[in-house]
């Protein structure tokens, strides 16, 4: 309710007076930097890495705290491109995608190696991304592996259907509701005894594939993988039960079945020989290769984790896969990670040594980094109201993000749940006013400008007050005279709601005043603390506004446009559209880049028509990076591929401004 | 004596368990749960890493397992930190919290006493004047404005110190956390011994002292300080248990890894475990000083007797 919920403002107040004054004083008489840009006299980085991280097992965690250390010790099948954070190869030289994106083949690299001198294999990959998905490791971000085949059934721990008498497994095109399988399968007459391959169990991993054996490019467990879709259910009989009941058709015929739990061995993942890794997909996912330089896809050493379970991240038991591999973790305090000799590409990584220092606090981060004990940090480090002492020094590198900032409506409630109240509420916000006043740049849609070169994004309403006023006059909020009353819209119905974090309050205020300059509206403000605030968005007990934003998962539009897939999860609106899914899904099957863009535009341009949210600004990368450091960009993920990072100790090579991003 | 220190530690027990229930059931009253994010998880995640902790069992279960727990001085494992148990992580923080708390408090005795005593002896003299000032304003300014001003002086101006971090015990990185900590403690401890002294010094067995025919410095060193001290040593002995327990502010301005930032962020994740281990500590830190400072009074002050 009061602004005294955030957690430290007052004193970061005082901090900002002292250190802007400190900052003046200082870029005037340092050519335009901020503090000391004396280079380490070793080829030592030390950077900032956040809050302590939850673990330094890349499959565990999911901040962009552990993320940025993960990429220094693992390395996956793609890596991402300094610079536009794009998917480029890693430990794979190449990957083939078949017709249907139903199959994506990795070729490795054939020198890859652990730390430990191990060569990283195929088989390597797949024992990764099956550790990943068990459930009693309970990763995070398991269900970036969904789109694999049956990876999401093996996480839930789901069970298939058997039919002891025919050996047959029931399949799921059997049982779709009608809707669905009109526009989902193509295929003719369903049966299940003609599909033999489907009914043979795979034993166990090790059948799959037995060591050094030179397997063709075929195999049974790739005929399995593309027969049609088995049925999965929960494997808890409670959860199982409600399932049943919801599909009466489903439940008559699991009368008398057995029900198999889907283990490892089932998940579309295989190793084809030492340096060719099969995924087999559920359904076509053409962003699934910008997935690849994702931490839950780096490889792990198997042996080494089995050995020593959760304690194999420890400084003596750890095996990484990385440029890089950990020299020591003093917790809540600094990791070392030391170049790894073993990596394949040891000759082109120039650091000797990064320091990563576990702190959160802004403050602390740039006394640091002023005093020259730190040679950068990471994304909005620089607070908004710093700018004009930093946002003009030659240091300062700020880019726009793969992250965009906007409000929730409660469709389902309230004045929102009127459309005409929610673009009335969108198009009264002057967001160019709000971007130039915070250094940003304005967002209308739902995607980032620029970040997906021939992404076609469609516009949103534009900034107009008097056409806001007509549209909530037609929504009836009118006087007498059937003109626009503000008074009728009663402040009560509408609040935003907001956690205290970072800008969040500062934008809220700003809304408000432009909803009562141009509308006249009072919408009042109301503060939670961030978990609380968290569980009360998702599931919408909020009064007409909520604040939100989203960081790309992956670099492709869909991981902006999949948050309306489903109206639960990260929905936090209420709004779900069939239509919009069914372009969405009709996207994903189609392989040409532009088709695929335009049919993803157009599913935009749904969601921006029934305006579930109010977009507001995208994410910049707001970082400081001294003139000496080279390799280091301010990408739209603002993860650094530690490999490319230098230090340069000819002043005439530093960077004096923003590094060339082309 | 013994009755005494025997009853007090019987009573710790009843005392530690309503502590521990109240910060169990105010956890599990705040919503939203460690893994709970701006970004949701997938309900097959989520449902995995419930069972993974045990959060999927009846609330009674969970309760007694954290009452069993304790019991056996065993938090159990971190939530949020995988594979850390919360014994290590106080075994951790520990450390930098005592050296700070130490240097802090040693800080604070010695300039408190000092300026104090002084003070008093020159009742109305501008050295009392000018101490007497210094230290309401050590009292006036919270240590989140004092602490980034001694690193923009120290620091980001004159570049004797560093601004943040830990290097470990005795270091340079020690001397401003340690002033910015002591600064409201010599402030009380100063207006504490000032008090108490010169009630002392007008009272009957001081003028008995001086009769006898010892030296201004015996009267104030012997007699006079033992009584005059009392005051501080019941503001000390607490004072003592939270500095070493660790501070939060501080230790949050400074980055250090002690155990008042560990418990800011446990609160913020909703670390269970955590949060109960550090609360169980401290509580149990100022019971037990809370109990020597008793000890302590029958030594200082003679007319004190136990029974």
Known sequence: ?662 | MLRFIIRRIIVIVPMLFIVISLTWALVRLAPGTFYSGEKKLAPGVEKNLREKYGLDQPWYVQYGKVLRNIARFDFGNSLKYEGQSVNQILLRGLPVSAALGLSAYLLALLVGLTTGTLSALKQNSWIDYASMSLSMLGISVPNFILGPLLVLLFSLTLFWFPPALWDGFPSRSLVLPAITLSAIYIAYIARLTRSGMLEVMRSDYIRTARAKGLSETQVVIRHALRGGLLPVVSFSGPALAFLITGTVVVEKVFALPGLGNYFINACFNRDEPLIIGIVAFISIAVLVFNLLVDIAYGFIDPRIRYT
């Open chain 1, 1 to 662: 309710m009061s602004y005294s919920s955030s957690r430290f403002a007052p004193y970061s107040i005082v901090l900002l007076a002292c250190l802007t004054a400190a900052g003046c004083s200082a870029s005037a008489s340092n050519n335009g930097f901020f503090g000391k840009t004396d280079p380490p006299r070793q080829n030592v980085l030390r950077y900032v890495s956040g809050s302590e991280p939850e673990s330094i097992d890349p499959q565990i965690p999911n901040g962009q705290n552990e993320a940025r250390i993960c990429l220094a010790l693992y390395e996956g099948l793609a890596e991402y491109d300094p610079k536009t954070s794009q998917p480029i190869p890693a430990l794979a030289e190449h990957w083939d995608v078949n017709k249907d994106w139903s199959e994506v083949t990795f070729y490795l690299r054939h020198d890859g190696r652990f730390s430990n001198g191990d060569p990283i294999t195929a088989r390597d990959f797949a024992y990764t991304i099956r550790r990943g998905l068990t459930p009693a490791l309970a990763a995070s971000y398991a269900s970036m592996a969904y789109p694999i085949k049956y990876a999401q059934a093996f996480n839930e721990g789901g069970v298939f259907v058997f039919d002891p008498g025919s050996k047959t497994y029931l399949l799921e095109r059997d049982f779709e509701k009608p809707s669905e399988a009109a526009t989902g399968s193509n295929s003719s007459a369903p049966s299940t005894e003609s599909q033999p391959l489907s009914s043979q169990p795979i034993e166990s991993v090790a059948d799959e594939y037995p060591a050094n054996a030179q397997l063709g490019a075929d195999s049974a467990f790739h005929h399995l993988m593309h027969a049609p879709v088995r049925v999965v259910l929960p494997a808890k009989e409670k959860d199982r039960n409600a399932a049943l009941e919801a599909n009466p058709r489903l439940k008559a015929a699991t009368a008398g079945k057995q029900f198999i739990p889907v283990t490892a061995g089932d998940v579309g993942v295989e190793a084809v020989d030492d340096y060719t890794l099969r995924l087999v997909l559920v359904k076509p996912a053409p962003y699934f290769i910008s997935m690849m330089p994702h931490q839950f896809f780096r490889a792990l050493h198997q042996k080494t984790i089995e050995k020593f379970g959760s304690a194999w991240t420890d400084a003596a038991n750890i095996v990484t896969s990385g440029p890089f591999t950990l020299e020591s973790w003093k917790h809540y305090d600094r990791l070392i990670a030391r170049r790894d000799p073993k990596y394949w590409d040891a000759a082109n990584v120039r650091l000797d040594k990064i320091v990563f220092l576990m702190l959160a606090d802004n403050t602390t981060m740039l006394n640091l980094y002023k005093a020259g004990d730190l040679e950068a940090t990471y994304n909005h480090t620089v607070p908004a109201a710093w700018l004009d002492t930093i946002g003009s020094l030659k240091d300062f590198m700020d880019a726009p993000e793969a992250a965009i900032d906007f409000y929730n409506f409660n469709t389902t409630t309230g004045p929102t749940k009127d459309v005409r109240v929610r673009k009335a509420l969108n198009m009264s916000i002057d967001k160019k006013a709000l971007a130039d006043w915070r250094h940003v740049q304005p967002l209308t849609a739902m995607t980032p400008l620029g970040i997906f070169p021939g992404y076609p994004q469609p516009k949103g309403d534009p900034f107009d007050p008097d056409r806001a006023k007509r549209l909530l006059a037609e929504a009836g909020y009118t006087d007498a005279t059937g003109n626009f009353d503000a008074k009728k819209l009663a402040a009560t119905d509408i609040e935003v709601l907001t956690n205290p974090d970072g800008s969040n309050i500062s934008y809220a205020e700003f809304m408000q005043a432009q909803w009562k300059q141009n509308l006249g509206v009072t919408i009042s403000i109301r503060v939670m603390e961030a978990k609380t605030f968290f569980k009360a968005q998702k599931s919408l007990e909020y009064k007409g506004v909520s604040r939100t934003g989203w960081g790309a998962d992956y670099m492709d539009p869909y991981t902006f446009l999949s948050l309306f897939y489903t109206a639960s999860g990260n929905n936090g609106t209420g709004w779900w559209d069939p239509k919009y899914v069914e372009l969405l899904d009709k996207a994903n099957r189609t392989i040409d880049r532009q088709q695929r863009y335009a049919l993803l535009a157009q599913a935009e341009q749904i969601l921006l028509d029934a305006q579930p949210v109010l977009p507001i600004v995208i994410g910049t990368t707001r970082l400081l990076k001294k003139p000496y450091v080279k390799g280091m960009y301010p990408n739209p993920a603002t993860l650094i591929p530690w490999k490319w990072v230098y230090i340069e100790r000819d002043p005439a090579k530093w960077d004096y401004g923003m590094p060339d991003m082309k």
